[in-house]
């Protein structure tokens, strides 16, 4: 094999140069390509956290007012005017019905009441949820602040909510009688499942949610008081939910590590409503 003349070895080696940079040039320009992410363009507006309607509880019940409260998300307490007792009518709320509020875990509603003077108030008087409340912030500021910002971060993800319990179909009796009278306690509500299958649900609920969080305990919680509640007004087959809910109680303790309080005060109503229902 012969050998490459001196003078063309310079610019042999320039060209074979060349060729390693421009190579090597586009091999990191491919795999910058590849690899480098692409920019991601983040709306303020589709980060806000859900909105929610405070509904309109004027002239009911307080025990009614509670429920109608929990259901669409949102705390309470009692702000003025009677005490907290389950027959007391709701005189006034803040915010007003119809306020669209961001979903901050469980907006907080004053209540005012009043006093219904056919029915006995005993015991102490339930003013607050059974949960803690959370700020409330008005949908239109928090739209017109994301608006004016030029971008937001993602918002951290909401705790989820437990999960209620799924409406069974059941045979609604032509006629809930019931088990005795109490002056100025308010009627059953029919849209309302019995208790009895109220207590029962609420223990096949437990069975699927085994873990202790917070949004769990006051769901439970609230379930309790319900059942509870009702069954001292005198509802229909108030003593059968009771003695379900003292099982279901008892199971919690079992699984959560809490609620001797909530079995010992459905103890006392069993008693209690089966001494009255004589």
Known sequence: MGTWPSALLPRIAAIVTLGVLTTATLTWAAEKKLTAPKPVQVSPVATQAAVIVVPDVRGQAYVFAKGILEDNGFAWRVSGGAGGYAANTVAGQSPAPGTHVVDTGAPLVGLTLKRNGRYAEKGTPDNVSPYPATEVRLAGAVAKTAAAAPAAKPAPAAAPKPAKP?????????????????????????????????????????????????????????????????????????????????????????????????????????????????
């Open 166 to 278: 799924t409406a069974v179909a059941h045979a609604k009796p032509q006629r809930r009688t019931p088990d005795f009278a109490v002056p100025g306690a308010p009627k059953e509500p029919v849209k309302e499942m019995p208790l009895p299958q109220r207590a029962r649900l609420l223990g096949v609920w437990l069975s699927s949610h085994r873990t202790r969080t917070a949004a769990n305990v006051r769901y439970w919680l609230y379930q309790n008081a319900w059942i509870v509640t009702g069954a001292k007004f005198g509802w229909w087959h108030g003593a059968q939910a009771l003695t379900v809910l003292v099982d279901v109680d008892r199971r919690a303790q079992s699984l959560w590590g809490i609620g001797a309080r909530s079995q010992s005060s459905a103890s006392a109503a069993l008693a209690e409503v089966k001494a009255r229902a004589k």
